[in-house]
C-alpha cells in the first residue's frame, strides 16, 4: 500500500511540525506550563484547566459547547455558562454533603446536564462516572455497586423503566437527581433543575493534587466483570497535549468527537481536551445517521472530526462523495480511534474528503491518545502511527516468568508502555491484584499485540486474546480483515480462530455482505479465492458465513470473543455494552 503525504488544501501550520525534533526536546513540565494551575498554587484540577480559566480569559464568550437536539435545534453555552453552571453542579454536590473522592454517576444521553455535572463534579474534587444511557439495569447495577455510587444524574425515562427497580439492592446510593423533573419527589430522588436554581454560580475549587481521583470508566474485560479504570486530575496534561499535537486544536476549530461520554474517549476528548484547549466542541444528540452527520459537518463547519472506523465503514457502504455534495471547506483533519482502521478506510478518506483519516491507538487504561499519525508525518495506511512525544512505547515479549523487549523490527510482540505518562490509569477500583498483573517493571502491559517497522511506526495486530494460532502461525485478525474489506462484495469482516484438531486453530470469518451481493456459496467461493490470493492459503479464512450485522460494543468495537463464543455454543460472559441492533 502507498504511503500518503498529508496536504490537505487547508494551510495551517500544525501545532507539531517535526516528530524527530519535538520528541528530543519534549519536555513535561515545559508543556505544564501551558496549563494555569489553580490559583494560588494550589494545584492541578481538571475542571478549571477546561472551563474555569477560560471564563476568566478572553475566550469568556468563545462558544465551549454547541448542543445539537435531535431535532437539530442548536444551543450554545460560551466558556463562561459553562464554567458558572459546572460552578452551581459543584455547590449542589456541596449542598447533598458529598465529598471529596466520592462517586457521582450519570445515565444520561448527550444532554447538557451531562456535560455540566461532569465538569461540576471534578470541580468538587469528586470522582466522575459516566455510564451509557442504552445500558439495561443489570450493567448499571454492576457499576453503581461496584463503584460506590453515592449520586446518580439521570432523566425520568431512564429512572422510571431501569433504575427505580435496583434501588433496594443499591443501599449507597443516597441521591438521584433527575434532570427533567421540576419538583423533589422524596428526600432521595431529587430534581435537578430546583437544586441548580437554588445554588449559586460562584464556585471556590478546593485544593486538588494531580494525584487526586477524577475519573472512573469502566471497560469490559475478555472474561469476568467490567474493571473500573481509576484516573487521576494530572490527565489532564495529557489531554492537553493530544489535543494540540494529535487534534491539532487552534484558536477557532470546531471540534466533533462523535464518541458518547459512556466511552473513554466521550469523556477525554468529547468533554476534557477540546475545552482545555479553548476550541468550541460539537455535542450531538442523536446516533449515527449518514446525511445527518455529513450535514453537522457542513452546517457546523466542523474543522477537525475525531470518529471511529465502525462509523467511518458505515459512512464507506454508502456509494456517496461527501467533498462533492457538501460544503467541508473548513475540515482539515479527521481523526479515528477505537479498532485498526482499514487501509482501505484511509485511502477512501482521500476519496471522500480529501484528506486521509488518520488513526490513533489508546485504551480506556491509558486515559489518553497514546499513539498516532500526526498532519507532518508520513501516513503509512493501516500503521497507527508513532508514539506521541514524551510517552515511551515498545514491543516485548511477555511470558508467565520473563519480559523482555524486541529491538528487531517488524517482530510481533506485545504492545507495551513505559510507565508514568500522566493520564495511566492508577488502579482497578477495588482490584489492585488485577492492575499490580499489567505491569512489569516499569511497563504497563497493554494486553494488544503490535509490531515496530524500521522507521518506528507502530503497526497493531490484534488483542492478545483474539490472535489465532494456525499451523503454528500467528494469526492477527486484523490483516484478515482488511484484506477481505477490498473484496468489493465485503462491507464488514470478522475473524476469529476456531479449534481444529489437525491445525490447531482453522481461520474463520463472519462477513457482511454489502447491499445487492447476493449470499450465494459461490460468493464464499469467491472471497475465499480473494483473500488466498491475497493472504496466501495458510492465513487466507478456510470458513465464511454470511452475518447481517457484527456484534459490536455500544463503542462500535467488534465483539469477536462474543463470535467465538457462539460458533463454539460457550457462555458468552460479560456482554453488558454489547449493541442490541
Ligand atoms: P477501550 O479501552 O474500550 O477503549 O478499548 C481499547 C482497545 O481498543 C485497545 O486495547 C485496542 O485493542 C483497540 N483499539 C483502540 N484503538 C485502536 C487502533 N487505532 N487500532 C487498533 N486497535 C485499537
Not at 44 to 61: C, D, F, S
Not at 450 to 460: C, S, V
Request: hydrophobic share 40%; net charge neutral; glycine share 8%.
Amino acid at each position: 500500500m502507498m504511503n500518503i503525504e498529508n496536504n490537505t488544501s487547508i494551510s495551517i501550520e500544525p501545532n507539531l511540525k517535526n516528530y524527530a525534533s519535538l520528541t528530543k526536546s519534549f519536555d513535561w513540565n515545559k508543556e505544564r506550563g501551558h496549563l494555569d494551575g489553580l490559583p494560588g498554587n494550589k494545584g492541578l484540577n481538571i475542571a478549571y484547566e477546561a472551563v474555569g480559566r477560560h471564563a476568566k480569559g478572553p475566550n469568556k464568550n468563545t462558544v465551549a459547547l454547541r448542543w445539537i437536539q435531535k431535532n437539530y435545534a442548536v444551543k450554545d453555552f460560551s466558556y463562561h455558562d459553562l464554567d458558572e453552571l459546572s460552578s452551581r453542579f459543584a455547590n449542589v454536590l456541596s449542598s447533598l454533603n458529598i465529598k471529596k473522592g466520592e462517586k457521582v454517576f450519570s445515565l444520561t444521553g448527550r444532554i447538557p446536564e451531562l456535560y455540566i455535572a461532569a465538569l461540576g463534579t471534578l470541580k468538587a474534587t469528586s470522582v466522575f462516572c459516566p455510564m451509557f444511557s442504552v445500558f439495561g439495569p443489570e450493567p448499571i447495577f454492576q457499576r453503581l455497586s461496584k463503584g460506590d455510587a453515592r449520586v446518580l444524574v439521570t432523566t425520568k425515562e431512564l429512572f422510571e423503566k431501569k433504575v427505580k427497580q435496583l434501588l433496594d439492592r443499591l443501599p449507597s446510593l443516597q441521591f438521584i437527581l433527575l434532570t427533567d423533573e421540576k419538583q423533589h419527589a422524596n428526600k432521595k430522588i431529587l430534581s435537578l433543575s430546583k437544586l441548580m436554581e437554588e445554588a449559586s454560580g460562584a464556585y471556590t475549587i478546593p485544593p486538588t493534587d494531580p494525584e487526586d481521583p477524577a475519573l472512573l470508566h469502566f471497560t469490559s474485560g475478555t472474561t469476568g466483570m467490567p474493571k473500573g479504570a481509576l484516573h487521576v486530575h494530572g490527565a489532564v496534561l495529557m489531554h492537553y497535549i493530544t489535543g494540540k499535537y494529535v487534534l491539532d486544536f487552534h484558536e477557532g476549530d470546531v471540534f466533533w468527537c462523535t464518541a458518547d461520554p459512556g466511552w473513554v474517549t466521550g469523556t477525554s476528548y468529547g468533554i476534557i481536551a477540546p475545552l482545555v484547549n479553548g476550541v468550541t466542541n460539537i455535542v450531538d444528540e442523536e446516533e449515527f445517521d449518514a446525511v445527518r452527520w455529513y450535514s453537522i459537518l457542513e452546517q457546523q463547519e466542523v474543522s477537525v472530526w475525531y470518529t471511529a472506523p465502525t462509523a467511518i465503514r458505515r459512512l464507506m457502504r454508502i456509494d456517496e462523495i461527501p467533498k462533492d455534495k457538501y460544503n467541508l471547506h473548513r475540515l482539515r483533519l479527521i481523526c479515528s480511534v477505537g479498532e485498526p482502521l482499514n487501509p482501505e478506510a484511509v485511502i477512501w478518506g482521500e476519496k471522500a474528503f480529501g484528506m486521509p483519516i488518520l488513526d490513533n491507538w489508546w485504551q480506556t487504561e491509558t486515559g489518553g491518545i497514546m499513539i498516532a499519525n500526526y498532519l507532518s508525518m508520513i501516513v503509512k495506511p493501516g500503521s497507527m502511527g508513532k508514539p506521541l512525544p514524551g510517552v515511551e512505547a515498545a514491543i516485548a515479549e511477555v511470558t508467565d516468568s520473563g519480559f523482555h523487549l524486541i529491538t528487531e523490527a517488524n517482530k510481533q510482540g506485545h504492545l507495551v508502555l513505559k510507565k508514568g505518562w500522566p493520564s495511566m490509569f492508577r488502579n482497578y477500583l477495588h482490584e489492585e491484584e488485577r492492575y499490580k498483573k499489567c505491569f512489569r517493571g516499569d511497563w504497563y502491559i497493554t494486553g494488544d499485540l503490535a509490531k515496530k517497522d524500521e522507521e518506528g511506526y507502530f503497526w497493531f495486530v490484534g488483542r492478545a486474546d483474539d490472535i489465532i494460532k494456525t499451523s503454528g502461525h500467528m494469526v492477527g485478525p486484523f490483516e484478515v480483515e482488511s484484506a477481505l474489506m477490498e473484496n468489493p462484495a465485503v462491507a464488514e469482516a470478522a475473524v476469529i480462530g476456531k479449534p481444529d484438531p489437525l491445525i490447531g486453530e482453522i481461520v474463520k470469518a463472519f462477513v457482511v455482505l454489502k447491499k445487492g451481493t447476493e449470499p450465494t456459496e459461490n460468493t464464499k467461493l469467491e472471497i475465499i479465492g480473494f483473500a488466498r490470493k491475497k493472504l496466501g492459503p495458510a492465513v487466507a479464512p478456510k470458513e465464511i458465513d454470511f452475518i447481517d450485522v457484527l456484534p459490536k460494543t455500544k463503542s462500535g468495537k467488534i465483539l469477536r470473543r462474543l463470535l467465538k463464543a457462539r460458533e463454539l455454543g460457550l457462555p458468552e460472559g460479560d456482554v453488558s455494552t454489547l449493541e442490541q441492533s
